[in-house]
């Protein structure tokens, strides 16, 4: 018999399958407190939850019988994954069961905004007939920028087209093709925020989106703008809303997601621009049931060792496909993350190419790695070593291999070529023996990098003066150089320079470090996960 606890709450019409199996007892105790939580995980083989329950690494250590946490819904921001593999537990979600609702959510705050109606409604319900403070805007002809058109993003477009409106929209995986398939405009970001009326943001939360919307791209946009956010606090700066409310460059701002929930207190709150809801993107009848159907025939299946669709995460490496593999893993999620890092537009194509004594192994696992860190630097944990290679395939990535035993003075030689739409990166890397993990060569030029950490990579003409430049700018940030690689083709021609560093450098630092002559272009790379 196996036990599952669902701690929130999850329709029960979608948990039938549970609660009708015979080889499972299920006990809903929904509002723990943590404590009461970590007394009683210890007893279940599963747990079910939604945002609310925080699944922290303390859950998992007490849940010593666990075996899979189900997630009914798309984001696993309230999960730690790590903890979770690193237990060999399994996390799964449900992604496609609340689209529409939180398509349809993210659209109905967007009108109410446009009409002031939540204020209208509550002045009316307190006794005062105020139609002179409501006057509202159209959609019609207004031009709406969608940032992230995946699921979600892609439903607010076709009820965008609806309401007659020109429609910008950015995906770092979206097509020309796609663009013209769903009747929207491709544009950069900078571009949606200078040119939108209306700005609707449906990305996960990754390093890369978190404040994606802050102070600097307020002030570059058009005065008047109303911004909706249906996908995760900490997307959109709130101290930066706040001001730009206050200064009259927003005209209005729907809001269902905060960066800290319960979001009772929140300043944004007090201001007559805003209108919210707590959370309830994915709050409908059937986007609940929808959700708990998938997780539940899921878990279940997990228990059962049959197969699932949905994990997010990957808890144990079966031993005889990886043992050979293993040790080049790591390499090849680096390479992955670095090249997203080192290219920008919309990624089309992955080329790998496996050369010297790696050439004589399976390597699938070891491509599903490299696309997992390709993908994850915008997809994050919606990106896992299972459903790498499917994820690549929905975002139109064609991934190419080859093999060969000529592996230019290297044992062995891993290098990914990224095509995307303005841009072309090819790096490389080996497991040197005794050295473990290596960049040797970035863009055709030789380097001998680690690939941990912050890593600063500058593109710059070979001449005197630019490496002390650099240096005096990090020193004087207060940022150690922990090692330097400088690459070049031919003297005074174009040259390379790898520092790894100490800490994150900040964006006012980059910006110096652009300013230096000779420099082209500074990546700020980071490979910590
Ligand atoms: N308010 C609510 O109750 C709900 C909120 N959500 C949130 O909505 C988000 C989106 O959900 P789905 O559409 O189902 O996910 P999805 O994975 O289908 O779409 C997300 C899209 O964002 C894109 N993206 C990633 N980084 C980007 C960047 N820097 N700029 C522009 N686009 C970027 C991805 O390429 C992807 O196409 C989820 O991550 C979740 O956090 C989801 C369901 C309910
Ligand atoms: O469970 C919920 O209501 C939250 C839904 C959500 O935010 C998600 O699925 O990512």
């Known amino acids: 018999m196996f036990k599952v606890l669902v701690s929130d709450p999850i329709s029960n019409v979608g948990l039938k399958t549970l609660i009708e199996d015979s080889e499972i007892e299920l006990d809903v ?22 945002s609310q329950t925080k699944v922290t690494a303390e859950v998992i250590n007490a849940g010593t019988n666990l075996k899979v946490i189900g997630r009914a819904g798309v984001g696993v921001d309230n999960i730690d994954l790590d903890a979770a593999t690193d237990h060999g537990l399994l996390v799964i979600n449900a992604p496609d069961g609340n689209t529409i609702s939180t398509a349809e959510h993210a659209f109905a705050m967007l009108i109410s905004m446009a009409r002031n109606i939540p204020q209208a409604h509550g002045k009316l319900k307190h006794g005062v007939w105020d139609r002179k403070s409501f006057t509202g805007v159209e959609l019609n002809k207004k031009v709406l920028g969608v940032v992230g058109v995946g699921r979600i993003g892609a439903e607010v477009v076709k009820r965008a087209k609806s309401f007659n409106m020109e429609i910008l929209g950015y995906d770092p995986f979206m097509s020309q093709e796609r663009a013209e398939k ?17 700005i609707t943001f449906h990305t996960p939360l990754t390093k890369e989106t978190k404040y994606m919307l802050d102070k600097p791209q307020f002030a570059t946009m058009k005065k008047g703008v109303r911004i909706v956010n249906c996908a995760r606090g900490g997307i959109v700066n709130e101290v930066a809303l706040y001001d730009a409310i206050k200064e009259g460059i927003v005209a209005g701002a729907a809001l269902d997601v905060f960066e800290e929930e319960p979001a009772v207190g929140n300043p944004l ?8 809801t707590p959370h309830l993107g994915a709050s409908t009848e059937e986007a609940q049931l ?23 995460n990957l808890p144990i490496l079966p031993e005889e496909d990886f043992a050979e593999l ?40 070891l491509t599903r790695y490299i696309v997992r860190g390709l993908l994850s630097y915008h997809l994050a944990d919606d990106v896992n070593y299972i459903n790498a290679l499917k994820m690549a395939k929905s975002k139109h990535v064609d991934i190419i291999e080859s093999k060969t035993s000529t592996a230019k003075g290297f044992a062995n030689l891993v290098s990914i070529t990224v095509t995307t739409s303005n841009d072309k990166v090819k ?3 080996s497991l040197l023996n005794g050295y473990g993990t290596r960049i040797v060569n970035i863009n055709g030029y030789t380097v001998d990098a680690n690939p941990v950490g912050h890593m600063l990579i500058a593109q710059h003409t070979d001449m005197p003066g630019i490496i002390g430049n650099v240096g005096t700018i990090l020193g004087e940030a207060k940022i150690n150089i922990a090692t330097m690689q400088v690459g070049r ?5 174009n040259a390379i320079m790898v520092l790894g560093v100490d800490k994150s450098i900040s964006e006012d630092v980059i910006e110096s470090l652009e300013k230096i002559d000779g420099i082209k272009k500074i990546f700020n790379v980071d490979l910590q996960n």
Do not use: H, M, W
């Open 182 to 198: 769903l009747g929207i405009t491709l544009a950069t970001v900078e571009e949606i925020f200078a040119n939108a009326d209306f």
């Open 269 to 276: 709150l007090d201001l007559p621009q805003v209108v919210t």
């Open 29 to 50: 105790k929904t509002g723990l407190e943590k404590e009461e939580l970590l007394k009683i995980i210890g007893n279940y083989d599963a747990l079910l939850v939604r």
């Open 489 to 493: 083709k031919e003297i005074g021609g």
């Open 326 to 365: 293993k040790p080049y893993l790591k390499l090849g999620q680096k390479l992955g993350q670095l090249a997203a890092q080192l290219c920008s537009g919309i990624i089309e194509k992955l080329e790998i190419t496996y050369a010297g004594n790696i050439a004589d192994l399976k390597c699938e696992p």
């Open 427 to 429: 790096v490389s890397g």
């Open 290 to 312: 929808n959700v708990a159907i998938d997780v539940a025939e899921e878990v279940a299946n997990v228990l059962k060792g049959k197969g699932f669709k949905n994990a997010v």
